[in-house]
């Protein structure tokens, strides 16, 4: 029942800067099934071997005031480095920060964007997910032809297959937007990213049943695993058990192991008074299968002018192996 759910193909796209628009890039059509696509991929997307891909994802608050102020300061962070970012993952983009994102010089340059096409995924609700992807590691097959093969770091684009979002089990209308890539190890076989904002506070019963549908898309068949990330609102004690209970690698714990204390991997509540008894949490998380962790750590936010902080959640920078 909550396996198998309807699935909205969606778009990746490119600024075209002689028509200074946003083009949708050649895709495959996400409901065909896995198992049924070529696995006569351009010749390096199958001989490419290991590469390295680096990961920030960030919770950057939508009800805050001055949201589009506080989220070009949060993008200058990620720019910042020390390395650029191969994937960016947002979570609470509000319509405003869509557009920001959307007409930012350093996106059109150097990103490959969901939800440029249009504005489907935040009508009916206050904020969605974006991901943007490096350009320069990033490609279509289906565009080889123009672009030709190699470009990226490493020596190889890494090939995009399809985009799609599938709403899951929700109070919220929440749903995981997933990127699909070819898994450089195993021919016709894929890779996904899933970029997740799970319900808030005392829906912790349809986190369950959201990370069993998350879990599920990384087990399909011609899937080869993938990199579950964002806002996955771990509140309560049983939510920390959902990704052994799924057989997942949660990041922080394989390479830091400690997840309490001030070396615990808190995203949320760091540097700030709480009140009603609350302590920082670990609510945001980067978790995967198949897939190697290599470094993973907490980018804090700053101060818009002396009070406000950037976002009341603190990102994620991961790097890890394909």
Not at 216 to 230: H, Q, W
Not at 282 to 290: E, F, N, S
């Amino acid at each position: 029942m909550f396996l198998s759910r309807p699935r909205n193909g969606r778009a990746l796209s490119a600024f075209d800067h002689a028509s200074r628009r946003w083009a949708a890039i050649p895709l495959r059509d996400p409901h065909d099934p896995v198992t049924q696509r070529p696995s006569s991929l351009p010749a390096d997307a199958r001989t490419v071997g290991k590469q390295t891909l680096s990961l920030t994802s960030w919770n950057i608050q939508a009800c805050q005031s001055r949201a589009v102020a506080r989220s070009e300061l949060i993008l200058d962070h990620i720019f910042k480095g020390p390395k650029f970012p191969d994937i960016i993952f947002l979570q609470e983009v509000a319509s405003s920060v869509r557009q920001f994102l959307l007409s930012d010089p350093r996106v059109r340059s150097s990103f490959l964007t969901t939800d440029a096409e249009d504005d489907t995924s935040f009508k009916g609700v206050p904020f969605a997910t974006m991901t943007l992807l490096s350009s320069k590691r990033f490609g279509s097959p289906l565009l080889a032809e123009e672009k030709g093969e190699g470009e990226g770091e490493g020596g190889s684009n890494i090939v995009l297959d399809s985009v799609f979002r599938t709403r899951l089990p929700s109070r919220y209308k929440r749903d995981a937007l997933c990127v699909n890539i070819a898994a450089p190890a195993v021919p016709g076989a894929i890779l996904r990213l899933l970029n997740v904002h799970l319900d808030s506070l005392d829906s912790q019963f349809r986190r369950v049943l959201q990370m069993r549908v998350l879990a599920g898309l990384l087990r399909e068949p011609g899937c080869s695993g993938g990199i579950i990330a964002g806002d996955f609102n771990a509140i309560f004690p049983k939510d920390q058990t959902l990704v052994d209970k799924h057989e997942l690698v949660d990041a922080w714990v394989a390479l830091h192991g400690s997840t309490t204390g001030p070396d615990g991997g808190a995203t949320w509540g760091v540097g700030v008074e709480l009140e009603d008894g609350l302590k920082p949490g670990r609510l945001d998380k980067v978790v995967m299968l198949g897939l190697q962790p290599d470094e993973i750590e907490v980018l804090q936010p700053g101060l818009l002018g002396s009070y406000t902080p950037w976002s009341d959640h603190c990102g994620l920078r991961c790097t890890f192996t394909i």
